[in-house]
């Protein structure tokens, strides 16, 4: 079919003929073998992948666990696990969210730590932001939200003409937003959206014939290209402020009291922003190598869009009732941030802001409101109901509940500090440039098994320390490190936003592993060469 033909409506549903939309927006995730389309060689190898995680996974957790060490045993149990489940989850003889339970069961029998102690964390803010923003995503979902939105990102000039332009500005939107707004929230905000517009491209791409009609909707990589892109963008920008991220708030606390020294939020964001920038041209550029859209100019899509929001028609009332909901919660998420704007973080309305409204209960309260706001008062029918609720994504509930509990128990154990410890100790750092390097590498690398809070609170406190042994200035080393914690993009449990696009199903495992690893050495080196710099330039710190 020719690039320029003009676009027809989508073909009847027909055997063969895939249906975009319900393979999209159908809530599936974590699919088996038999779930997915694949070719035969994809078939063979991911045949091969999960019957080889199968078999080396107990093999490489008990050979690890007897071999004759000089650590702690309690420490060497813990790794020993942490290894088998990483490779369960890279592998997936087993679903990703029932690989780090297996792992977190095997800590209990083991004797690692007891089970209320072990399963304390998964009560943790995160997981009730979960769930209270997969409920509004459900919502939008089901109410026809996330596609409006969908259709007005495209409608604006000259955007919906090009794949790279629409996932291009896509991140620059996460980016700013998650500059004020947590990562997490921003990503969970956003993603119906990505959906929505994921599927009208979906729908585009199967009309004009650039793909197979029963093709997977799944496996596109434009599809993978733009969920990455939501939730790397929302690492970058969070790395703008102090409020961004907890790691910048945990980290710029732990600096404050070892150095004596206070970071404004000016300070902090003029040394950010060159970083950040850099960070993104380089996301994009390493997004579209490695995640080549299947079409670059989209021809002839205005046409359709404008079908498609004159079949809407006006706002309905579930929709309303959908939207005051959204913008209750987005509300109540924005007020610390600009709290801390207007009267600083040391200002006693935003600690009372902050510290009333918790992410994760401003999450489910805003839910809540779906299940009150009525769509037909008479039939008493509200927005949406607990069978519509229960269809969210639980796997990446617990996934990232999983790794919640490791990162406790990776610092808990001191497991995490003897890391850090035996790796400086063999490395040899004992400049300012090496020891940059050293935390850089070291928080990126906790941060892929556990959440980049707990590597932010693991890293820079073992940082520090080792940078008055050596007398050397911790300032640099810590603020990198920091500002590390918030990356490790390789696997789902990494990062919170990494787990939510995870659980669209947009993304193979594999291909976020790969697409994270070249992503991760670019940003360390980039960390690496400007965090100095700008110290240097903004005089922060001195």
């Known amino acids: 079919m020719s690039q320029n033909a003009p676009l027809s409506m989508p073909a009847p549903k027909t055997p063969g003929f895939t249906d975009v939309k319900a393979a999209l927006l159908g809530g599936k995730t974590f699919r088996s073998l038999s779930e997915q389309s694949l070719s035969p060689r994809e078939e063979k190898f991911e045949r091969a992948r999960q019957t080889l995680g199968l078999f080396v996974a107990p093999a490489v957790a008990i050979v690890f666990a007897l071999l004759p060490t000089a650590m702690d045993p309690t420490q060497q149990l813990l790794a020993a696990v942490l290894l088998g489940v990483i490779i369960l989850w890279i592998c997936e003889p087993v679903p990703i969210p029932v690989g780090g339970l297996i792992g977190v069961a095997a800590v209990v029998i083991l004797g690692i730590a007891p089970a209320a102690e072990v399963l304390q964390p998964f009560g943790s803010t995160t997981i009730f932001t979960f769930i209270g923003a997969f409920i509004l995503a459900q919502a939008m979902l089901k109410h026809g939200i996330a596609q409006r939105l969908a259709f007005a990102v495209l409608s604006v000039p000259g955007v919906a003409k090009s794949t790279y332009r629409i996932i291009t500005a896509f991140g620059v939107i996460t980016c700013m937003l998650s500059a004020f707004v947590s990562n997490t929230a921003t990503v969970a905000m956003l993603l119906p959206t990505a959906l929505g517009?994921?599927?009208?491209?979906?729908?585009?791409?199967?009309?004009?014939?650039?793909?197979?009609?029963?093709?997977?909707?799944?496996?596109?990589?434009?599809?993978?290209?733009?969920?990455?892109?939501?939730?790397?963008?929302?690492?970058?920008?969070?790395?703008?402020?102090?409020?961004?991220?907890?790691?910048?708030?945990?980290?710029?606390?732990?600096?404050?009291?070892?150095?004596?020294?206070?970071?404004?939020?000016?300070?902090?964001?003029?040394?950010?922003?060159?970083?950040?920038?850099?960070?993104?041209?380089?996301?994009?550029?390493?997004?579209?190598?490695?995640?080549?859209?299947?079409?670059?100019?989209?021809?002839?899509?205005?046409?359709?869009?404008?079908?498609?929001?004159?079949?809407?028609?006006?706002?309905?009332?579930?929709?309303?009732?959908?939207?005051?909901?959204?913008?209750?919660?987005?509300?109540?998420?924005?007020?610390?941030?600009?709290?801390?704007?207007?009267?600083?973080?040391?200002?006693?309305?935003?600690?009372?802001?902050?510290?009333?409204?918790?992410?994760?209960?401003?999450?489910?309260?805003?839910?809540?409101?779906?299940?009150?706001?009525?769509?037909?008062?008479?039939?008493?029918?509200?927005?949406?109901?607990?069978?519509?609720?229960?269809?969210?994504?639980?796997?990446?509930?617990?996934?990232?509940?999983?790794?919640?509990?490791?990162?406790?128990?990776?610092?808990?154990?001191?497991?995490?500090?003897?890391?850090?410890?035996?790796?400086?100790?063999?490395?040899?750092?004992?400049?300012?440039?090496?020891?940059?390097?050293?935390?850089?590498?070291?928080?990126?690398?906790?941060?892929?098994?556990?959440?980049?809070?707990?590597?932010?609170?693991?890293?820079?406190?073992?940082?520090?320390?080792?940078?008055?042994?050596?007398?050397?200035?911790?300032?640099?080393?810590?603020?990198?490190?920091?500002?590390?914690?918030?990356?490790?993009?390789m696997l789902p449990v990494s990062t919170p936003q990494n787990a939510i696009v995870y659980g669209s199903g947009t993304i193979p495992i594999t291909r976020m592993i790969r697409t994270g690893l070249v992503f991760d050495i670019l940003g360390a080196a980039l960390i690496i060469s400007i965090v100095p710099i700008m110290v240097g330039v903004t005089g922060i710190g001195g």
């Open 197 to 489: 517009i994921l599927t009208v491209i979906g729908e585009l791409l199967q009309n004009r014939g650039v793909v197979k009609s029963d093709f997977d909707p799944l496996r596109l990589r434009v599809g993978a290209a733009l969920m990455l892109m939501l939730a790397y963008g929302a690492s970058v920008g969070g790395l703008l402020t102090p409020v961004g991220s907890p790691p910048n708030l945990i980290g710029r606390g732990l600096i404050e009291e070892a150095t004596g020294v206070r970071i404004s939020f000016a300070q902090w964001a003029a040394t950010a922003a060159p970083l950040c920038l850099a960070m993104f041209i380089v996301l994009a550029l390493v997004m579209f190598l490695l995640n080549k859209p299947e079409i670059r100019r989209i021809e002839g899509v205005d046409g359709f869009i404008s079908e498609k929001k004159a079949e809407q028609g006006k706002m309905k009332r579930a929709e309303v009732n959908t939207l005051i909901a959204f913008g209750f919660t987005v509300t109540l998420w924005l007020l610390p941030a600009f709290a801390s704007l207007i009267f600083g973080t040391e200002s006693e309305q935003y600690i009372f802001l902050d510290d009333r409204l918790d992410e994760g209960i401003v999450a489910v309260l805003g839910a809540s409101l779906l299940f009150i706001l009525p769509t037909d008062w008479k039939k008493r029918e509200a927005t949406l109901t607990w069978s519509d609720a229960a269809k969210i994504d639980w796997g990446t509930i617990v996934l990232f509940g999983t790794g919640i509990i490791f990162g406790s128990l990776l610092s808990a154990t001191g497991l995490a500090e003897t890391i850090g410890t035996t790796a400086s100790d063999t490395l040899g750092v004992t400049s300012v440039i090496t020891i940059t390097a050293f935390s850089v590498i070291l928080a990126i690398l906790i941060s892929e098994t556990t959440s980049n809070t707990a590597s932010a609170a693991v890293v820079v406190p073992i940082v520090i320390p080792l940078c008055v042994a050596m007398d050397v200035d911790p300032f640099i080393p810590a603020l990198a490190a920091t500002f590390a914690a918030s990356f490790g993009f």
